[in-house]
């Protein structure tokens, strides 16, 4: 175990960590004090997605723009403007809801700004962790990360039913705002080393060479292409849909907030595994784990009783980070750290293309065939979209590599 927790023997993964994790504490209040907001303000599923995904159009278009300016400048550095101007855009919707006068438009604008920040944030966040251990403690550093961002799920989640259903969602909002902010500061305390810092040169060009890394790997555009599926339908089956299935066959937010804190829970369980198991064929193992997440989906178009939902929520979680974890090892394991953080940009872009599209459609699609069908479809998807990818050699056979070097 103490060779588990050794990359937090380093100062600049310990900020990282707990720059993550803080911020993510509010994170996880956010999806369900917004959905209930919406829920309180119109009633609509439709406006609910609509919401969402006008968070999700923004990050789509600026996510390639944000893997350049991660590769260029420090990337700690890149953090904390985007945690500070996502705090402000959470501030002011805490504002507006805790006076009464917080518009649809308001939320999806400020939600859009959101989600700008965000396009930044994600690339830098996820090509800094080379620079803060020795190579060969990656996956230990992965999984430490996960713990710590799970963790805060859990009592985010957890927290933001009994925030919501006592104080508001305005007040839970509020929180997020807090800790992005807070996340910002212990960030803006790494140093980092200026050596794997791209020099500026022309954006096309620096574009170009992060799409050649991404294309000449046939496992990575493959699982991100499956990965554009599986996220537009689970978001906006689970985003969209839970909410509704809680108000209406379940106990409300407080029971939403439960089975966000039942996956969260299994993210964290998922998190132990990865400290100590180390499969030679990350992502075969990594596709493997994914077939758990259409269980929760399944269970909630019933809906069955809310400790199956739970419990289904809670396998999806570990499949979710054991799947997390290999392929943050693999990417930075095959990926050159100059151009770590554009690549991660073209598989965040690829893997969320459609992502707004599924919050946008999957209120209309239940009006149409029902809550309960539209579940069902949408884990009929993520299994469709995953089994293929068993058949590509890469995957299958894509080994780890055993590394000393140091950052």
């Not at 996340?183 to 980092?192: I, Q």
């Not at 064929?281 to 909630?300: D, E, K």
Request: proline share 5%.
């Amino acid at each position: 175990m103490r060779a588990s927790l050794a990359p937090l023997r380093e100062r600049e993964f310990r900020l990282l960590f707990l720059g993550r994790t803080t911020s993510l504490i509010g994170t996880a209040i956010a999806p369900v004090a917004l959905a209930f907001a919406v829920l309180d303000l119109t009633g609509s599923k439709t406006d609910l997605g609509l919401v969402l995904a006008a968070r999700e159009i923004p990050l789509i278009v600026f996510i390639l723009v944000g893997g350049i300016w991660a590769d260029r400048l420090p990337r700690n550095r890149v953090m904390v403007g985007a945690n500070i101007v996502s705090g402000l855009t959470q501030a002011t919707v805490a504002s507006l809801l805790i006076t009464g006068t917080a518009e649809i438009w308001h939320l999806a604008a400020l939600a859009a700004l959101n989600g700008s920040s965000t396009a930044f944030f994600f690339p830098a966040s996820s090509g800094v962790i080379p620079q803060t251990v020795p190579a060969q403690l990656l996956q230990p550093a992965n999984a430490l990360l996960r713990l710590g961002i799970n963790g805060a799920l859990i009592g985010g989640a957890a927290l933001a039913g009994f925030i919501v259903a006592a104080f508001g969602s305005g007040t839970a909002i509020a929180v997020d705002a807090a800790t992005y902010l807070l996340g910002a500061f212990f960030v803006a305390l790494m140093r980092l080393p200026a050596s794997v810092r791209m020099e500026a040169q022309h954006f096309l060009r620096e574009l170009g060479e992060g799409w050649r890394e991404f294309r000449l790997r046939t496992w990575l555009w493959v699982i991100v292409i499956q990965f554009s599926l599986v996220n537009a339908v689970e978001s906006g089956a689970l985003s969209v849909l839970g909410p509704v299935v809680a108000e209406q066959e379940l106990g409300g937010a407080r029971d939403f907030g439960l089975i966000l804190t039942a996956q969260a829970i299994g993210l964290v369980v998922g998190g132990f595994i990865g400290l100590r198991y180390r499969p030679q064929r990350m992502l075969l193992v990594a596709t493997g784990a994914i077939l758990l997440m259409p269980v929760v989906l399944v269970v909630l178009g019933f809906p069955l009783a809310l400790p199956i939902i739970l419990a289904a929520g809670f396998l999806a979680g570990i499949g979710i980070e054991t799947f997390g974890i290999l392929w943050d090892t693999t990417m930075q394991q095959e990926i050159p750290p100059v151009a770590l953080s554009r690549v991660y940009s073209y598989d965040m872009l690829g893997s969320i293309a459609f992502v707004p599209i599924g919050l946008a459609v999957a209120g209309p699609v239940a009006d149409i065939v029902g809550v309960r069908e539209a579940l069902w479809g949408a884990a009929a998807i993520v299994l469709v979209a995953t089994l293929p990818v068993f058949a590509v050699r890469d995957v299958r056979r894509l080994e780890r590599r055993e590394a000393t070097s140091s950052p």
